[in-house]
């Protein structure tokens, strides 16, 4: 099959489909008529031979050829756009539109308060962020970028992990007076404290207790009352002294170094929880893409100092 105009014009208008969700948005983002953006979405079709788009009177989704074929294109159709700015520019520039696909739990905490750093340093750049349990096919979604905590699943994606990030153990003074303070992992079980469990967002179950150091390992089951799927929930709830929860060293600093909080086992931190960056492709990595990514880089790594120091 011959690269001619027509396929260059299918390619973009699939790309500007995915990205904007339908075809009257991406119609408006090119400037073109939502019938042409049809009609070259159907001559790519023919050309390909395949079926790339299933169309409903509600939605619009990449079919499982679609997506395979996005994946493969949709970096090249941002790089080339990045081109064409850079020429007519004189140098690369981060700008157009970012979709992130974030975990709630490092918008909310680590995030959020340093964001308004990468807005001013890129004011051509328009960032949409999306916070949410799953990480969804980011594929389909139009996603330029996932971030999500924990070991990446099976899947095409490029997967860079950012930071490990000790989990620890942690209860208030308030709990510890009226409970006692367990010397132990074991204890936990054995003198009936109140554990507080976090539901993993990808299975809906709670995530398992482990604790490490070195090559010994204790798992503790929980049998909990309370299980929660929000952080700041959880540290809420244990600051106010209802039970003993487990927690990311990242983000909860602030509640170590004032008290609230009471680090239980220091002699059992080796057990850590990654985290990870998501994107489509390692190649034709745009600048917006690249920026965001060094940001993030930044910005956990501060985070995570600061939580040492808080320790």
Known sequence: MSFDDRLLNGVSALAAVVRSGGFAAAARSLNVSQPGISRAVARLEAQVGVRLLERTTRSVSLTD???????????????????????????????????????????????????????????????DMVTREGLGDLISEGYDLGIRFGEPRPSTLVARRLLDTRVLTVASPGYLKKHGHPADPQQLVAERHRMIDFRDPETGRPFEWAFRRGRKEIKVETQSQ?????????????????????????????????????????DWEDERFPLYAYYPSRQYLAPKTRAFLEFLSTTVQASHSQARIAK
């Open 226 to 266: 309370l299980m929660l799927s929000d952080v700041a929930t959880m540290h809420a709830v244990c600051v106010a002294g209802y039970g003993i929860a487990q927690v990311l060293e990242l983000g909860v600093d602030a509640h170590l170094s004032s008290g609230r909080l009471v680090n239980l086992f220091p």
């Open 65 to 127: 050829e679609g997506r395979r074929f996005y994946e493969t294109i949709g970096p090249i159709v941002s790089a080339l756009e990045d081109a064409t700015s850079a020429l007519a520019e004189g140098k690369v520039t981060v700008r157009g539109r970012l979709r992130v696909n974030m975990d709630p739990y490092f918008s909310q905490l680590i995030l959020g308060p340093q964001l308004s750093e990468f807005l001013k340093a890129y004011p051509e750049l328009k960032v």
